[in-house]
């Protein structure tokens, strides 16, 4: 196999978009990669970490977003070249740090991916972070191809050390995880850390005569940006095709366009961006004027419709503007060629190819695809923990309608979905304790419990839960440790002491963790363990306090890939009635139903046993394998 951040200059590899990210990273001489897990940007790490061995950069995943940028901007204030990924919402949990990093600025080159996800396919908001540019005033780049993202990932560290500011890589899920032909290009020496500047007014935020200074610093620098890309980047804002009617479009939009301008005979004119912010007035102004007709093709919000009316207003005020904001383009999801070719035909091309093709606002019908939501998978020990849970509040005497479960952010959320429908909330990373905390308080009269897995308590339940226990309430804190990050493809966590890259760490033990911050009563049980669970939840939910219990067995799929499958179940044919019992109580998708029979498939069934737990006919039975 290819070691894609080894090979050399000129080869031609077929790469996802994250992978060629990574290369990108050892093109530009990185020395420092900081991130946390959050699909669609997991895989730029985790490429690191695979074809890495041996490297000179370090490359390690962070407790939260907000470390990880501090990690990289450290790095980069030293002169050392660094980037930072994370996930959309990642970026709100990094954006102390990301604006005030705009006042001080760089040395070192310093890249920030943001994985945005239209759609949603898997983030819970459709959070769309080409604003973060206006907001913290710093460039953001969009590449539209696994080969722009690389050749943008260097030119994104050239243009940070040449504007002195953290660059942003904006991406979506489109470019993140779509595969195609990517040209290498030559690998840079890494730029380590030399030395760090004793400059009070640049880097110490405490002098507001200094900030005011810095902020005029940071506009100046801004208005070189424009100029600075063009010089720096090989893949740059462009026009194609020719024409009065004017399509304005970046990233994955811009694929839809192409795709659908082949079908068309009249003269278009296509203007791509890839600098989004500052918005290229001077590009924009050129290539908008004489535009008798500007369709802005965008996902997400109406970004570049907002940027592109400021610059008509300028240019031509006649200008007729179509996109979100005419309803031609839907305000919501991802983009498609329906989509596009509805748009184009019903504003900027002809009134009878109008009439030929549906309206955006009809086009959602055409495209409705059957629900498929996701299941835990078989074998996981978050099933048995909200069994056990769900019979605990039975047993403790109290109806489920009466003791709330507010969860969080990660693969023991799918606690959501039929059967088991156990949690109530899923906000924010940590916010289950908090929210939980803000119902004691606000009154409520019965128990309540929060969910939280063991990474997202590494990542922001930590805070939380020191404020619940310093304010005293009462509340049941549920920690699922199944001993890494599951949801995102399987990153360490703190409790980890080897991780992927080889580097030997210390392991943080969540129990000595939660004793230590002062917690009423803390329970370890083994979910697999299911009449020991119940009995400590029933217990638990009668005591005051903060409470809190440790889920803790290994990710079933990690377990059995480390050490194979001890057991499995199946179905005895004659005892089994139907009656779908271990259906209907764990949800499994290893079990099926034949039409009379339940059946269990043997490739999927990781042994736990639940289901035989529920069979009131002893219809499944244990089958030894190996």
């Known amino acids: ?6 090979a050399p200059e000129g080869v031609r590899i077929a790469l996802m978009g994250n992978e060629a990210i990574a290369r990108g990273l050892v093109e530009a001489g990185v020395s420092v990669v900081s991130g946390y897990p959050g699909t669609p940007s997991s895989e730029v790490i985790m490429t690191l970490h695979e074809f890495g061995v041996g490297s000179e950069i370090y490359v390690e995943w962070a407790v939260n977003e907000r470390v990880a940028f501090e990690v990289a901007y450290g790095a980069s204030i030293g002169g050392a070249r660094a980037a930072v990924t994370m996930k959309a919402p990642g970026a709100s949990v990094a954006l102390d ?7 001080g600025g760089v040395e070192g080159g310093l890249m920030i991916l943001v994985a945005d996800d239209p759609g949603p396919h898997t983030t819970q908001t459709e959070q769309d972070d080409r604003w973060l540019g206006f907001l913290a005033k710093l460039p953001v780049l969009s590449p539209s191809s696994p080969q722009e993202a690389k050749d943008l990932t260097v030119a994104s560290l050239d243009l940070s050390e040449e504007v002195k500011l953290p660059v942003i890589l904006r991406t979506t899920t489109r470019v993140n995880h779509t595969v195609g032909d990517v040209v290498l290009g030559p690998v840079r020496s890494v730029k380590r850390a030399s030395a760090v500047q004793r400059d009070l007014p640049r880097f110490v935020r405490a002098g507001m005569v200094w900030n005011y200074e810095r902020h005029k610093w940071l506009n100046n620098q801004l208005n070189r940006v424009e100029e600075a890309f063009e010089r720096v980047s090989a893949i740059r804002n462009r026009v194609e095709g020719s024409g009065r009617v004017c399509v304005v479009t970046e990233g994955s939009a811009y694929n839809y366009v192409t795709e659908v301008l082949r079908e068309v005979d009249s003269e278009i004119k296509v203007i791509k961006l890839v600098l989004l912010y500052p918005p290229p007035k001077k590009f924009l102004r050129e290539t908008l004027s004489g535009c008798e007709k500007v369709l802005v093709i965008e ?5 570049l419709e907002f940027v592109t009316r400021n610059i008509l207003s300028e240019v031509d005020v006649n200008t007729v503007i179509y996109g979100k904001s005419s309803g031609h383009i839907p305000m919501e999801g991802e983009l498609n060629t329906k989509i596009v070719r509805s748009a184009l035909h019903s504003t900027i091309l002809t009134e009878r190819a109008a009439r030929e093709v549906p309206r955006a606002a009809e086009l959602g019908q055409l495209i409705k695809v059957a629900p498929r939501p996701p299941p835990m998978c078989p074998g996981c020990p978050h099933r048995n923990m909200y069994v056990a849970l769900l019979l605990g509040i039975a047993r403790a005497g109290y109806r489920r309608s009466e003791v709330p479960v507010f969860g969080d952010i990660g693969c023991y959320a799918l606690g959501v979905q039929p059967p088991l429908e156990a949690i109530w909330t899923e906000h924010s990373m940590g916010a289950s304790i908090s929210m939980a905390m803000g119902l004691k308080v606000a009154g409520y009269d019965k128990p309540v419990v929060a969910v939280i897995g063991d990474s997202t308590f590494f990542h922001a339940g930590i805070q939380p839960l020191i404020e619940a226990i310093h304010k005293q309430v009462d509340v049941l804190v549920v920690i699922a440790d199944n001993s890494i990050v599951a949801m995102t493809g399987h990153q360490s966590t703190p409790a980890w002491s080897a991780l992927e890259s080889g580097r030997r760490a210390k392991s943080i033990d969540i129990e000595s963790l939660v004793k230590t911050v002062g917690v009423d009563h803390v329970e370890v049980v083994d979910p697999y363990d299911l009449d020991a669970m119940v009995k400590a939840f029933e217990r638990l939910l009668k005591k005051p306090g903060v409470r809190v219990l440790i889920s803790k067995h290994p990710c079933a799929l990690v377990e059995a890939r480390a050490g194979g499958l001890r057991v499995r179940h199946r179905v005895v044919e004659d005892r089994c009635t139907g009656c779908l019992a271990c ?5 499994c998708p290893a079990i099926y139903f034949d039409g009379s029979k339940a059946r269990v498939d043997i490739e ?10 529920f069979c009131p006919y002893k219809a499944i039975e244990v089958v030894s394998y190996g």
């Open 604 to 613: 999927d069934c990781l042994g736990c046993g639940l289901c035989a737990r």
């Open 97 to 103: 740090p990301v604006v005030s990093s705009a006042y």
């Open 299 to 303: 996902e997400l919000d109406p970004y």
């Open 583 to 587: 259906i209907r109580a764990t949800g």
């Open 1 to 6: 196999m290819v070691n894609i951040l080894k």
